[in-house]
């Protein structure tokens, strides 16, 4: 059986991270691992995750020194990750008990990368519209500047996040770093498969980074992207 990793990024997230663990750890897939990043947070988070890590041992907690943002929070965790795959997860997000199953699945049968449909969920928890996943074309993410892909439904193999680290800096900033991974992954080569249903609940808030981000910056960003990438290839 393959091993699953949960990598969890965290920044003063207390008021969710607890669920966000919580279903991890109700996962109808027995072999997992939890790795929680803890990027410098300055709220409870510290104690919640002493708290935690003593009731169940599957739970790898790394605290970093100081905030250095999501992008490394990530590279970080799914550099500790132990899995053969590792399935995103951010602290404000819930995986349904189900999505550790369905991806390995997918894993199992040679998916290098795999998404699926996912709710969206307010600060409380309550959902207000579905996203369903469809076969992903790279012709056209390419072309709208658009994948079509929930990032917090994603899992990839170890290999695949080892080789292509998220982007620090400008595109995490600007919230494009899961954006560009998810290209980076598909141009490389990696075999994407999607499950239809949905496999997580995504809580989306007015105080996130897509809804507070410079939209010309944001398409700027993205057409030069595009157009390194054509270099690079």
């Known amino acids: 059986?393959?091993?699953?990793?949960?990598?969890?990024?965290s920044y003063n997230s207390a008021a969710f991270l607890a669920h966000a663990i919580e279903s991890a750890?109700?996962?109808?897939?027995?072999?997992?691992?939890?790795?929680?990043?803890?990027?410098?947070?300055?709220?409870?988070?510290?104690?919640l995750m002493e708290f935690l890590t003593q009731k169940d041992t599957r739970i790898n907690h790394i605290?970093?020194?100081?905030?250095?943002?999501r992008s490394a929070a990530r590279n970080i965790g799914n550099k500790a990750a132990s899995?053969?795959?590792?399935?995103?997860?951010?602290?404000?997000d819930v995986s349904y008990a189900d999505r550790a199953r369905l991806t390995a699945e997918k894993i199992t049968k040679g998916a290098d990368f795999v998404f699926g449909s996912y709710d969206e969920i307010d600060a409380i928890g309550s959902m207000f519209n579905k996203n369903y996943a469809d076969v992903f074309n790279l012709d056209r993410a390419i072309k709208e500047k658009v994948n079509r892909i929930g990032h917090s439904t994603c899992a990839y193999t170890k290999k695949l996040a080892l080789h292509?680290?998220?982007?620090?800096?400008?595109?995490?900033k600007l919230g494009l770093d899961d954006w560009c991974?998810?290209?980076e992954c598909a141009i490389s080569g990696a075999k994407f498969e999607h499950i239809a249903a949905p496999i997580t609940a995504y809580r989306n808030m007015q105080s996130?980074?897509?809804?507070?981000r410079d939209e010309a910056a944001v398409l700027a960003f993205k057409?030069?992207?595009?157009?390194?990438?054509?270099?690079?290839?």
Do not use: W
């Open 223 to 233: 057409t030069a992207y595009l157009e390194s990438m054509k270099v690079a290839c």
């Open 83 to 92: 899995g053969d795959f590792i399935l995103v997860l951010d602290a404000d």
């Open 208 to 212: 996130g980074i897509s809804k507070t």
């Open 164 to 172: 292509h680290p998220y982007l620090e800096g400008e595109p995490a």
């Open 25 to 47: 750890q109700k996962q109808t897939y027995e072999n997992i691992e939890i790795v929680v990043v803890d990027d410098g947070s300055t709220d409870s988070t510290p104690k």
């Open 63 to 69: 605290r970093l020194p100081k905030n250095m943002g």
């Open 181 to 183: 991974f998810q290209l």
């Open 1 to 9: 059986m393959l091993k699953a990793s949960f990598v969890i990024p």
